[in-house]
């Protein structure tokens, strides 16, 4: 089953602009994770925050976490057409398994 | 290092028959796990692996087994293939060790099963 609920379920934006998802849980954590997929290929890992952390940044990427409210949402910045892909957030409940949203769609018109 | 390699790429099986699928981890990741993508259902959890152990499994029938050998290279098969079994399965790796707290996964490209 799928604890992680995305919203949007697809994005469409200019190149340049920024990018916004966000990402909702059903149960305590011990950290949320962002995963970028291209079309059809593996997942690639983009950044994990902590159930203990409300914020972190790595590169144009800026991650948020709200433990009280069990959401999360993920920040581009300055897209790319290389953006392009789909973002899943991911949810570690202590049970060896990672619980996948079921993803946003983001184009990025050049 | 070497990515996750998962082999093959790419399969066709007709209803009825089963599959094998192999894992290759990054070099020193002993723990790896499945799963199983597709556009109805998304990302689903099958399996978890670490030293040959399996510490979880997800809720798919009997149908679904995995292992794990002792240089942390994993195989899942599925037996006696449904339609419904069509899909993206990807492996992936990671470096944690023997607490429950799952930390960054490397994936593999997937392997596509089609069963016609």
């Known amino acids: 089953s799928q604890q992680g609920e995305e919203d949007p379920q697809a994005l469409s934006i200019q190149e340049g602009e920024n990018a916004t998802m966000n990402c909702s849980y059903k149960t305590s954590i011990n950290n949320l994770q962002w995963y970028r997929q291209n079309s059809g290929r593996g997942l690639v890992h983009l950044i994990l925050i902590r159930s203990n952390e409300r914020e972190k940044h790595s590169g144009r990427l800026r991650v948020t976490l709200d433990t009280s409210k069990k959401s999360s949402s993920l920040l581009i910045t300055a897209s790319r057409a290389a953006d392009t892909a789909s973002y899943f957030c991911a949810t570690d409940e202590y049970d060896y398994k990672l619980s996948f949203g079921a993803g946003t769609t983001v184009t990025v018109r050049a | 290092k070497a990515g996750v390699t998962q082999t093959p790429r790419y399969l066709i099986k007709t209803r009825g028959q089963q599959v094998t699928l192999s894992c290759s981890p990054i070099?020193?990741?002993?723990?790896v796990s499945w799963y199983q993508q597709t556009p109805g259902q998304g990302l689903q959890f099958l399996f978890e692996?670490?030293?040959?152990?399996?510490?979880n499994k997800g809720n798919f029938p009997g149908r679904f087994s995995g292992r794990q050998f002792s240089n942390s290279r994993s195989e899942m098969n599925v037996s006696t293939l449904e339609l419904g079994d069509s899909a993206l399965y990807l492996c992936a790796s990671s470096s944690v060790g023997t607490g429950s707290n799952t930390g960054e996964l490397f994936f593999g490209e997937g392997s596509r099963l089609t069963v016609l």
């Open positions: 070099s020193g990741h002993r723990s």
């Open positions: 692996y670490f030293s040959e152990t399996q510490r």
